[in-house]
């Protein structure tokens, strides 16, 4: 499976974005996929995940203001981020991949497709 990010940019502090990342292939619907972002020096942070169930997990300091969906018949998965603050800033990566289990859907080295990365930027 390729993965496609965009929606990334920039905005002010409290505004939103909506990120998505569109797959190519039939079976996607069977992946897991995963939200990371990661600034330059720091280590790939998990952000959120959505599972084959469309049940969603959301890192502590996301949840309330992002939200993870998925629309398979397009093959597309969403991140709406709401209420962003400058310390959201970094690179967003969408990940996917279907072997993923519940205990380790946090760590990067679980998802093995990745996309090329969406630029976020937030300015107080």
């Known amino acids: 499976v390729q993965l496609q990010a965009s929606g990334g940019g920039s905005v002010q502090a409290g505004g939103s974005l909506r990120l998505s990342c569109a797959a190519s292939?039939?079976?996607?619907?069977?992946?897991?996929v995963g939200w990371f972002r990661q600034v330059t020096g720091k280590e790939r942070e998990f952000v959120a995940a959505i599972w084959r169930s469309g049940a969603t997990y959301y890192a502590d300091s996301k949840k309330g203001r992002f939200t993870i969906s998925r629309d398979n018949a397009k093959n597309t998965i969403y991140l709406q981020m709401n209420s962003l603050k400058p310390e959201d800033t970094a690179v967003y990566y969408c990940?996917?991949?279907?072997?993923?289990?519940?205990?380790?859907?946090?760590?990067?080295?679980?998802?093995?497709?990745w996309g090329q990365g969406t630029q976020v930027t937030v300015s107080s």
């Open positions: 990940a996917a991949d279907p072997s993923v289990i519940m205990s380790a859907m946090t760590s990067s080295h679980s998802y093995n497709y």
């Open positions: 292939g039939r079976t996607f619907s069977r992946y897991v």
